[in-house]
Each structure stands twice: as C-alpha cells, then as structure tokens.
C-alpha cells in the first residue's frame, strides 16, 4: 500500500505492507532510527512519536493510519539549524537519561504533556509519564527535566 504523510515537516511515501505498523515504515523505509522499538506491545513508550500533534506509540499505529498525517519524530524536534528543543536541552541538562533508549520516546511524550498540561504539577507528570519506561533511572532526573523543559516551553 502506498502511504502519503509529512514526517518532520517534509513529505514522505512509503509502499508498505498494511499490516506495517508506523514504528517500521518509520525506521526501515524512511530510515529515521530515533524512534526506538522496545517492546512491540506499546507498554514502553520508546517508540513514541508525534502525529498531528498527539503523543502516539507508533508500535501501536499501522502505518495506513498515518495515511495524510503529520508525524513528527525526534529527529524533527530540534531547529534547522541543529539548536535543540527546549525539551531537548532540559534533558540534556538535567541529566534525564542514562543509556538513552527510552529518551526519544520520552522527550517526545514530555513535549506533549507540557502542550496539553502546560501547569502540571511533580505528581501530574509521573502519572502522564507513566506509559514511558526507563530501565535505567529512578526517573527523579527525568522529572526534573520535564519540569525544567515545561517552563522553558512556556517562556519560547
């Protein structure tokens, strides 16, 4: 099946199996391997992207119903010009990841938790984050970082 959308603000066509979900049209047709598969049952979150404008696990999403969309994946959230996303930046800066698997997915979940909750609390962004999975933290420095990538958000 063919399958037109925008994949970080460029169009894009994939001829796909349908049964191809969005998580291997993304990697393996349009080689954009930011998107991580972790588990193939949408329980970790590290194949999280953004598709018209809604945080969705792309492991859990055929690549057909994508079909006219807007999907935006890590590698699409920085500037042009390289300048990281304020979220971006907050995990780097906070420490919010250790081996990095789960960071795409998570950035990407945390970018939109801050658009839809833009005044959550500590406790309102565990529980948003909790579709996210991280084997290596304890997940403070990952709050921290939401925390700090949410306030940013709000003054850009």
Not at 75 to 95: I, V
Not at 103 to 130: F, N, Q, Y
Request: neutral net charge; contains cysteine; glycine residues 10%.
């Amino acid at each position: 099946m063919q399958v037109q959308f925008t994949v970080n603000g460029r169009a894009a066509r994939v001829d796909v199996p349908p049964n191809t979900l969005l998580v291997h049209a993304l990697r393996e047709h349009l080689l954009l391997t930011g998107t991580h598969v972790g588990c193939d049952t949408s329980q970790c979150g590290a194949c999280t992207v953004i598709v018209n404008g809604r945080a969705v696990k792309s492991c859990a999403m055929l690549a057909v119903q994508a079909q006219g969309a807007e999907v935006q994946t890590i590698e699409g959230l920085a500037a042009p010009d390289g300048t990281m996303h304020p979220m971006q930046a907050a995990f780097k800066e906070c420490h919010g990841l250790q081996c990095g698997f789960c960071t795409p997915g998570m950035v990407m979940s945390a970018v939109d938790l801050c658009k839809s909750h833009p005044h959550a609390s500590e406790g309102e962004i565990r529980e948003l984050l909790e579709g996210n999975i991280c084997r290596c933290t304890g997940y403070q420095n990952i709050v921290r970082a939401v925390q700090v990538g949410q306030k940013a958000m709000a003054s850009a």
